[in-house]
DNA sequence: CTAGGGTTAG
């Protein structure tokens, strides 16, 4: 191979071959086409520059776009080297090399070569493949000021009527997170398609302005004539007739990915429901989702632990011919049977893709294992990982760890987070701390915790001081709570969890007085508790209680007397009520009698009436398990020989003959 | 050769 530095000597020999004719340059190009590693492309080059080929504007412009482009390690280096080489780079060339840049860590590069090209080419044509790039670079690197700059330059080239442009102009914008200035050249440019209108859609998404969204999203018309009227003034200016004909194609009322956006936007936000609701409406208008779509749906399925939607839509894949591997599908399917309680289908799925499963399929089987509790069978799955030379990343050892923690297993959790620096070269995040400190906390290894969580580099969140707090909770420690609690309530004030744990730590210290201050802090501050919900599946329907819903009174007549008697029962039992956890409450006084009567409870009441002796009885429980609860759960599965599945806000518990799964540990 | 929607995370 000729080393990169004798190439100048070789392009002044060579300059008389500069105009070679494209049929010559074709075979060498199509090899580029076929190129896998850079090794390859070194020989690749080397042929090319003893051939001459490399002064071929439209063959250099193929490697140089190979390297940039194609994402190989060391290419777009390698392509910044070959690029200051050439004698005339033509737009093409520079649009590679920009775009290389835009999407590389030192994305202000790409800003740099815009404006150098601006001022090296005589003619702006060919410029706008570039800018969308440029945009995107600026948005990335939150590049306020050239953002603008290049806007400006957008508006004065007319190249506001390229709808590439017109769109990243927007997606810029939404990046920077200026969502009311993307909305004003959203409401100005004289192209918007469907594009624009689903970018803007995903803009106020990010935004949590959902219902923005969804007002944008009704809004979306058949056809914009406003836009097109206008495009048509703008390009038949500038003669570009065949432009406007191509854009009239592209102008459809909302489309499959508007559908989507809108879908997970919901589930971004937490409102899983309302994105079902807007599932079934798109299918039955007759609107195909694909596999984008089901993803959402998927994860929107799994939130709300519905299995039977999750099995229609395992069905509707067979049906439609979308394939586990394509995408995500095969790793939101994994997950959804895995937070809905079905740990052996998840599994099923996993063992049937073994064949092509991306690294989001191993992901997903080990979150799953470790919300069941399975920590040695997360493991294992992680070994068979390394057997396979599957590459673990971030997520993987997120899912690790959180496998550790619920499982118990201290030391296995130290190793792996040593394991991941050292053999995987990943630097841990705040999320890794976060579960070393959860570990370590909940195994009762209280100052270790708080060690790690001095010790990581960054400041620690909300969710590390909380795993403080709950550690503190079970393991009973008043001062390091009261500590942890500052600063989780500092950090975030509104969350009323925080107040609630610490609460429980007074409580279970039989500080009464603390835990009417926690209460009294509370109503001044305006916290609500989130009011605990349990739902539970029976005949296909969804049953939700929620604590203080209006019932019907038959119905809840009914419930409640069943849990009159099962209280009544296990009392004989020997069971009795943990008084401390109904002090947690801090609802209004007239609610009391309500409050007496959590959600899981009345749950539990309604699966004995209604579920068949036999079936198990599934709960989806929206906040943490109360212990009282918990006790209250194991005991009924033994006195009724009923097998109860909950799924709290952490993990699942599994109740059979008086014990649960979680071994009391959670 | 340029623009829009997607999973796994204490």
């Known amino acids: 191979m000729v080393p990169i530095s004798e190439l100048p000597t070789l392009y002044s020999s060579m ?20 190129c896998k590693s850079m090794s390859e492309l070194h020989q690749i080059h080397a042929h090319m520059i003893k051939t001459g080929l490399v002064h071929h504007t439209f063959a250099v412009s193929r490697l140089v776009a190979f390297c940039s482009l194609s994402g190989v390690c060391g290419g777009l280096d390698y392509a ?4 200051p080489r050439i004698q005339q780079p033509n737009c093409f060339i520079f649009f590679a090399m920009i775009k290389g840049f835009a999407d590389s860590a030192s994305s202000l ?11 090296y080419l005589d003619e702006f044509d060919g410029v706008q493949f570039s800018i969308p790039s440029v945009l995107k670079a600026c948005g990335r690197s939150r590049a ?7 806007h400006g330059h957008v508006l004065k080239t007319n190249f506001q009527y390229d709808p590439f442009v017109s769109n990243s102009v927007v997606r810029m914008y939404l990046d920077l997170g200026e969502v009311g200035m993307a909305r004003r050249v959203f409401d100005t440019m004289p192209c918007r398609d469907v594009v624009s209108w689903n970018s ?8 949590g302005e959902i219902d923005l969204a969804r007002a944008l999203f009704d809004e979306m018309p058949e056809k914009d004539l406003f836009s097109w009227n206008t495009m048509i003034d703008g390009y038949g200016k500038c003669g570009k007739c065949e432009h406007a004909q191509e854009l009239f194609q592209m102008m459809k009322h909302k489309d499959v990915v508007s559908w989507t956006a809108m879908i997970s936007g919901y589930v971004l936000n937490h409102r899983p429901k309302e994105g079902l609701v807007l599932f079934r409406e798109m299918l039955s208008l007759g609107i195909q989702p694909d596999a984008a779509t089901i993803v959402s749906v998927l994860s929107a399925i799994a939130d709300l632990g519905f299995v039977e939607e999750g099995k229609w839509v395992h069905a509707y894949l067979s049906t439609n011919k979308i394939r586990l591997d394509s995408g995500f599908i095969g790793s939101a399917l994994i997950d959804m049977y895995a937070k809905c309680g079905y740990i052996e289908d998840a599994y099923r799925i996993f063992k049937s893709i073994s064949h092509r499963r991306s690294i989001g399929d191993w992901n997903s089987m080990i979150s799953g294992l470790a919300i069941h509790g399975l920590g040695e069978e997360a493991l294992e799955i ?5 057997r396979y030379d599957i590459k673990p990343n971030e997520i993987t050892f997120l899912g ?22 050292e053999s995987y070269k990943i630097v841990p995040g705040i999320q890794h701390y976060g579960c070393m400190v959860d570990l370590l906390g909940r195994a009762g290894h209280l100052q270790e915790a708080i060690n790690v969580l001095q010790e990581m580099p960054m400041e620690a969140d909300v969710l590390a001081w909380k795993a403080i707090l709950s550690a503190c909770v079970k393991h009973g420690h008043v001062a390091i709570g009261e500590h942890a609690a500052l600063h989780a309530i500092e950090l975030a004030p509104e969350d009323s969890s925080c107040y609630v744990l610490l609460s429980n730590v007074y409580a279970k210290a039989g500080k009464w007085d603390n835990v009417a201050k926690v ?6 501050r305006g916290v609500r508790k989130i009011p605990g919900c349990s739902s539970v599946l029976s005949n296909g329907v969804v049953h939700q209680f929620l604590v203080g819903m209006e019932m019907d009174m038959m119905y809840r007549g009914r419930v409640l007397l069943k849990l009159e008697e099962v209280i009544c029962r296990l009392k004989l039992e020997g069971y009795e009520p943990d008084l401390t956890q109904i002090l947690l409450d801090v609802e209004e006084e007239d609610k009391e009698n309500l409050l007496r009567v959590h959600s899981e409870k009345i749950a539990v009441a309604f699966g004995l009436i209604n579920m068949k002796q036999g079936a198990p009885i599934h709960i989806v429980k929206n906040l943490r398990f109360c212990s009282d609860c918990h006790s209250f759960i194991k005991l009924v599965s033994m006195v009724y020989n009923r097998k109860i599945i909950v799924r709290d806000q952490n993990r699942f518990h599994y109740f059979q003959n008086g014990s649960c799964s979680c071994k009391d540990y959670w």
Request: one cysteine or more; hydrophobic letters at 45%.
């Open 15 to 34: 300059a008389a071959v500069s105009v070679l004719p494209h049929f010559t340059a074709n075979p060498t190009v199509s090899l580029l086409e076929k």
């Open 80 to 83: 910044a080297s070959v690029f």
């Open 109 to 119: 590069n790409s800003i740099l070569l815009y404006s150098q090209m601006l001022s």
């Open 144 to 150: 306020f000021g050239e953002a603008q700059q290049v």
């Open 200 to 207: 803007m859609i995903k803009g106020y998404v990010e935004a």
């Open 382 to 386: 992680f070994n068979d990982m390394e």
């Open 400 to 421: 690790v760890l959180s496998a550790c923690s619920h499982g118990g297993l201290v030391q296995e959790g130290q190793y792996f987070f040593s394991l991941m620096q």
């Open 519 to 524: 209460r009294s802090m509370m109503r001044q």
